[in-house]
């Protein structure tokens, strides 16, 4: 099993696979919500919002996500200060997915911060170069 470390800054190509299978068989009630930074369209990252999230986004005017993997509400970047404001929230046509189109508060989006110790501006920051190895997107 590959280290949290490696799997963040690595170049080991490593993909959770069973993702939505350890969240289904965990009992959690949530959907998909893909962030986007509104003014330039690029994808900050993917979580997921059960009910008390996703109300909590609306109310707050902030993203709020459910974290599966600590069972507790996420309010971005509360502790970092990276917070996301949402410009809106849209829903796909099956209703079973949303879209979180935000403007950055701080520094990032991503909790990984670069060798200068920056937070990133989003979790994308890797391309695949090979089916087993990926590289730094310059």
């Known amino acids: 099993m590959i280290d949290h470390q490696e799997l963040e800054e ?13 969240i289904g068989s965990a009992g959690h009630q949530v959907v998909p919500a893909v962030l986007q930074e509104v003014d330039t369209g690029e994808v900050l990252f993917i979580g997921y919002a059960n009910e008390e999230a996703f109300r ?3 109310e707050r005017g902030q993203a709020v996500l459910y974290s599966t993997s600590r069972n507790v509400l996420w309010h971005k970047g509360a502790t970092s200060g990276d917070t996301l404001t949402v410009v809106d929230v849209r829903v796909n046509c099956e209703q079973n997915s949303l879209l979180y189109r935000v403007r950055r508060d701080g520094a990032g989006a991503c ?28």
């Open 111 to 138: 909790h990984t911060h670069d060798a200068e110790g920056v937070a990133r501006s989003g979790c994308y920051y890797r391309v695949v170069a090979s089916p087993t190895t990926l590289r730094f997107v310059d």
């Open 10 to 22: 690595g170049t080991d190509l490593a993909l959770d696979f069973g993702k939505l299978a350890k």
């Open 56 to 58: 909590a986004t609306l």
